[in-house]
T-cell receptor, first 111, second 116 residues
Framework: QKEVEQNSGPLSVPEGAIASLNCTYS??????FFWYRQYSGKSPELIMF????GDKEDGRFTAQLNKASQYVSLLIRDSQPSDSATYLC???????????FGAGTRLTVKP | GAVVSQHPSWVICKSGTSVKIECRSL??????MFWYRQFPKQSLMLMAT?????????EQGVEKDKFLINHASLTLSTLTVTSAHPEDSSFYIC????????????FGDGTRLSIL
């Protein structure tokens, strides 16, 4: 099992819809979880981080964490074409504090 | 503004050349920095962890003699690709955590390396 797994997509949603991005992880002891956005040809940029179970909202973005299910998700409300990018889920491993990235989910928001 | 600066942005050079990439933390100290490589349409792959004042920790399959890492100060890590060949052409990105290991990593803008 990979340490961090994401559906590679592509995920396509119409403008204004909610985009839901999912991520599962294998290290049950992990405590820190991050979502990054990467535009083509650019480096990743941090969107959100979450440490506690439940939801964390920041503008149009909501991160959801369920440690019992080892699942973290990112919801993007009112999706815009400018949200079209690859979204990377990252998890800090408990045993060595290394950050591991998922392969990323490519999101396309169609006007 | 940027918290991690990476230089250069682009490098195009002949096969056999050694290329040095710099990664600087701006306005904060980074005892640990990370070097990633990303091939087109592939995921981010950790190459090595750069540790200030000690040897870097390389991921399995990454040649330490090929990819030399130096972290001589609390704000600067360098990656040198020695005797680069076309298969080394890739997007190299550094990052540093602003705070402890569980804090978000901030990425440099990346270096696109093309070996002819």
């Amino acid at each position: 099992q990979k340490e961090v797994e994401q559906n590679s997509g592509p995920l396509s949603v119409p403008e204004g819809a909610i985009a839901s991005l999912n991520c599962t992880y294998s290290d049950r002891g992990s405590q820190s979880f991050f979502w990054y956005r990467q535009y083509s040809g650019k480096s990743p940029e941090l969107i959100m981080f979450i440490y506690s179970n439940g939801d964390k909202e920041d503008g149009r973005f909501t991160a959801q964490l369920n440690k019992a299910s080892q699942y973290v998700s990112l919801l993007i409300r009112d999706s815009q074409p400018s949200d079209s990018a690859t979204y990377l889920c990252a998890v800090v491993l408990y045993n060595n504090n290394d950050m591991r990235f998922g392969a990323g989910t490519r999101l396309t928001v169609k006007p | 503004g940027a918290v991690v600066s990476q230089h250069p942005s682009w490098v195009i050079c002949k096969s056999g050349t050694s290329v040095k990439i710099e990664c600087r933390s701006l306005d904060f100290q980074a005892t640990t920095m990370f070097w990633y490589r990303q091939f087109p349409k592939q995921s981010l792959m950790l190459m090595a962890t750069s540790n200030e004042g000690s040897k870097a920790t390389y991921e399995q399959g990454v040649e330490k003699d090929k990819f030399l890492i130096n972290h001589a100060s609390l704000t600067l890590s360098t990656l040198t690709v020695t005797s680069a060949h076309p298969e080394d052409s890739s997007f190299y990105i550094c990052s540093a955590p602003l705070g402890g290991a569980n804090q978000p990593q901030h990425f440099g803008d990346g270096t696109r390396l093309s070996i002819l």
